[in-house]
C-alpha cells in the first residue's frame, strides 16, 4: 500500500514570497489534514477535510493560508505572502475517518528568510 | 484549554533497558490519544491507539496505557534497541473536538 505523498520536501523562499504544497493521501481515506510542526514542538493542526469538505480551519491563519481538496483526493496548501515565522515542516496526514489512526507523508521543510 | 505535557523531554539509555515515557493532559474528556513515532527528517509514524474506553494497547515490545481519570498515559518499551531512537509524541483528542492537541515529544537515544 502506497503512504501519503507530498511534494516538495525542501522549499527555500523569501518572506512575501507564496509557495504551494501538495498531498496525495492514502487511497480510499476520506480524511485529510495538514499539520504545522515547528522545530521543537509537537504538530499543530491547520486544516481537516473529510472527502471535500472542511471539518476544521479554526487554526489556520486564513489571511495567508488557503488550502483546497478537489474531488476529495489531493490537496494543496498555500502561504502568501509568507513570513519569516512560517518557517517549518508542513506535514500531511490521513485516515479512513475522522480521529482514526493517522498515516503521515514526509513532510515539506520550509524556510523563509 | 487541553494541555500535553510529555515527560522526560529528552532520555539516554543503554540497549536492553526497559523505558516508560510519560504523557499527562488536562482535560479527562478525551475521544481518543495516540502515540507516535518520529524520526529525524520524517514524519509521524502511529505505533499505539486508545479509545477512551480502553485501558491499554500493545504492539510487540511496545506497550500504552491510560488512566483518564489521572489524566495520564504511559507507553512502554520492552528490552530498547538502538532502532528505538527517535523522538516520541503522544497526541489527545476531545470528545468535542476534532482538533489533537500534541505533546512536544520525548526524545530517546538507544546506545549500543
Known amino acids: 500500500e502506497a503512504g501519503v505523498a507530498q511534494s516538495p520536501r525542501y522549499k527555500i523562499i523569501e518572506k512575501r514570497q507564496s509557495v504551494a504544497f501538495w498531498c496525495n493521501p492514502i487511497s480510499g481515506h476520506a480524511t485529510l489534514y495538514w499539520y504545522q510542526q515547528i522545530l521543537g514542538q509537537g504538530p499543530k493542526l491547520l486544516i481537516q477535510?473529510?472527502?471535500?469538505?472542511?471539518?476544521?480551519d479554526s487554526q489556520l491563519p486564513k489571511d495567508r493560508f488557503s488550502a483546497e481538496r478537489l474531488k476529495g483526493v489531493d490537496s494543496t496548501l498555500k502561504i502568501q505572502p509568507a513570513k519569516l515565522e512560517d518557517s517549518a515542516v508542513y506535514l500531511c496526514a490521513s485516515s479512513l475517518v475522522g480521529r482514526d489512526e493517522q498515516y503521515f507523508g514526509p513532510g515539506t521543510r520550509l524556510t523563509v528568510t | 484549554k487541553q494541555e500535553v505535557t510529555q515527560i522526560p523531554a529528552a532520555l539516554s539509555v543503554p540497549e536492553g533497558e526497559n523505558l516508560v515515557l510519560n504523557c499527562s493532559f488536562t482535560?479527562?474528556?478525551?475521544?481518543?490519544l495516540q502515540w507516535f513515532r518520529q524520526d529525524p527528517g520524517k514524519g509521524l509514524t502511529s505505533l499505539l491507539l486508545i479509545q477512551s474506553s480502553q485501558r491499554e494497547q500493545t504492539s510487540g515490545r511496545l506497550n500504552a496505557s491510560l488512566d483518564k481519570s489521572s489524566g495520564r498515559s504511559t507507553l512502554y518499551i520492552a528490552a530498547s534497541q538502538p532502532g528505538d531512537s527517535a523522538t516520541y509524541l503522544c497526541?489527545?483528542?476531545?470528545?468535542?473536538?476534532?482538533?489533537?492537541?500534541f505533546g512536544r515529544g520525548t526524545s530517546l537515544i538507544v546506545h549500543p
Open positions: 482535560d479527562s474528556a478525551i475521544y481518543n
Open positions: 497526541a489527545v483528542w476531545l470528545i468535542r473536538s476534532y482538533i489533537p492537541t
Open positions: 477535510f473529510q472527502n471535500n469538505g472542511v471539518v476544521d
